[in-house]
T-cell receptor, first 112, second 112 residues
Framework: SQQGEEDPQALSIQEGENATMNCSYK?????LQWYRQNSGRGLVHLIL?????REKHSGRLRVTLDTSKKSSSLLITASRAADTASYFC????????????FGGGTRLMVKP | NAGVTQTPKFQVLKTGQSMTLQCAQD?????MYWYRQDPGMGLRLIYY???????DKGEVPNGYNVSRLNKREFSLRLESAAPSQTSVYFC???????????FGDGTRLSIL
């Protein structure tokens, strides 16, 4: 079963625009992580946000976490063609033995 | 610094054949994982090894076995391959469970 569900499933934007992806989950968590996957490659860790944090930044990435709504968002500002990839949220749930459960991902296409 | 290395990158098997997927990491990580990724889906955990000498089942362990050969290596074995096991298999490692994971580039396995 998927703990995290991303929305939208696919997103197409122009270079320079911002991209926002959302993740909803079902049970309480220790932390939530976002990963990027380029076509044909493995996942790359982007950012980890703990359950007691509300917002984190890393370069052009901004992640928010709302534990009351059991949701998180990933914002990529000033997108570039190189940001084209699939983005996955993964939750470290309290009842899952610290194992990560991945959502189905958002496929982002940034058009030059 | 190679990170996580998976071999082979591609493999075609016939139903009933056996095969071992190899994974090695050079980051001195304690925890290692095997996932499968099916089209349009996120990753599902097959087995993991929280530390050298231990292995545990994940979400979808049926039809698979694993061996944590030493701290660096974690192999996945299909004893009698079935078409339902056609997938992309990813190995990952992390310093400890719940920490960010580092992924290999996957093994693309087709079972006819």
């Amino acid at each position: 079963s998927q703990q995290g569900e991303e929305d939208p499933q696919a997103l197409s934007i122009q270079e320079g625009e911002n991209a926002t992806m959302n993740c909803s989950y079902k049970t309480s968590i220790n932390n939530l992580q976002w990963y990027r996957q380029n076509s044909g490659r493995g996942l790359v860790h982007l950012i980890l946000i703990r359950s007691n944090e509300r917002e984190k930044h890393s370069g052009r990435l901004r992640v928010t976490l709302d534990t009351s709504k059991k949701s998180s968002s990933l914002l990529i500002t000033a997108s570039r063609a190189a940001d084209t990839a699939s983005y996955f949220c993964a939750t470290d749930a309290n009842n899952a033995g610290n194992m990560l459960t991945f959502g189905g991902g958002t496929r982002l296409m940034v058009k030059p | 610094n190679a990170g996580v290395t998976q071999t082979p990158k591609f493999q075609v098997l016939k139903t009933g054949q056996s095969m071992t997927l190899q994974c090695a990491q050079d980051m001195n990580h304690n925890s290692m994982y095997w996932y499968r990724q099916d089209p349009g889906m996120g990753l599902r955990l097959i087995y993991y090894s929280a530390s050298e000498g231990t292995t545990d089942k994940g979400e979808v362990p049926n039809g698979y076995n694993v061996s944590r050969l030493n701290k660096r290596e974690f192999s996945l074995r299909l004893e009698s391959a079935a078409p339902s096991q056609t997938s992309v298999y990813f190995c990952a490692s992390s310093e400890d469970v719940s920490q960010p994971q580092h992924f290999g580039d996957g093994t693309r396995l087709s079972i006819l």
